[in-house]
Each structure stands twice: as structure tokens, then as C-alpha cells.
């Protein structure tokens, strides 16, 4: 499957961006769908997931009650909405896909066999 990331841009503090991420060549409803982050010289960082029929979602602590994973399969997109941005959301962002991922799993780098290409989200203060 290839994914396609978009949406990044730059925004103030306390703003509020849309990514998208869309799913070309595969069935889209059998993966998994994931959020990433990634700065210079930082490890891949997780964000966001949501499961294959978006039952549920999971996020990490530091973006809970800001940002929103959702995802349509019948239009293969899958989207991160982000409100209320501070500057250390700044990064790159990738959406990655996994199929035979279990949930344990969902917010290692290592349960996705696929990636997208990154949009940069920048934060200013």
C-alpha cells in the first residue's frame, strides 16, 4: 500500500491543523492506521492510532484532548486533527499503515510495514 501525507504548514501557537493521509493500493480497511512524529536527531515518536474499523482510537499523553485520529474507509483516508498546537508538537509527521499488527504494538514504529512521506508541521510561539 502506499500512503500519501498532507496537510503540514506553519501555524501559531494555539492553532489548529488538519493532516490527511491517503491509502492507494491495498485494502485499506485491514490495517491499522498510525500517526507518527519525528524531529532532527529524536527517535519516531508515537502519536496517534485508530483501529481497522475505527472502533477505537489511542493516543499518547501528550497530545490527549488535542488531537483526534479518524478514518473512512470507504474513502481510504485517514486524518489527524490537531487543535491547540504548542511548539513542541514541531516535527515531521508520517502515517503508517499496519495488517497483521496487534493492539500491543500500536504505538511502536516497529508494528507498521508501511509509511508514508512526512509533512512538517511547525509550530511558532
Known amino acids: 500500500v502506499q500512503l500519501q501525507a498532507s496537510g503540514g504548514g506553519l501555524v501559531q501557537a494555539g492553532g489548529s491543523l488538519r493532516l490527511s493521509c491517503a491509502a492507494s493500493?491495498?485494502?485499506?480497511?485491514?490495517?491499522?492506521m498510525g500517526w507518527f512524529r519525528q524531529g532532527p536527531q529524536k527517535e519516531r515518536e508515537f502519536v496517534a492510532a485508530?483501529?481497522?474499523?475505527?472502533?477505537?482510537?489511542y493516543n499518547t499523553d501528550s497530545v490527549k484532548g488535542r488531537f483526534t485520529i479518524s478514518r473512512d474507509n470507504a474513502k481510504n483516508l485517514v486524518w489527524l486533527q490537531m487543535n491547540n498546537l504548542e511548539p513542541e508538537d514541531t516535527d515531521v509527521y508520517y502515517c503508517?499503515?499496519?495488517?497483521?499488527?496487534?493492539?500491543?504494538?500500536?504505538?511502536?514504529?516497529?508494528?507498521?510495514?508501511?509509511w508514508g512521506q512526512g509533512t512538517q508541521v511547525t509550530v511558532s510561539s
Open positions: 493500493g491495498g485494502s485499506f480497511r485491514s490495517y491499522v
Open positions: 503508517a499503515a499496519g495488517d497483521t499488527i496487534i493492539t500491543s504494538q500500536y504505538g511502536s514504529p516497529s508494528g507498521y510495514r508501511y
Open positions: 485508530i483501529s481497522r474499523g475505527a472502533h477505537s482510537t
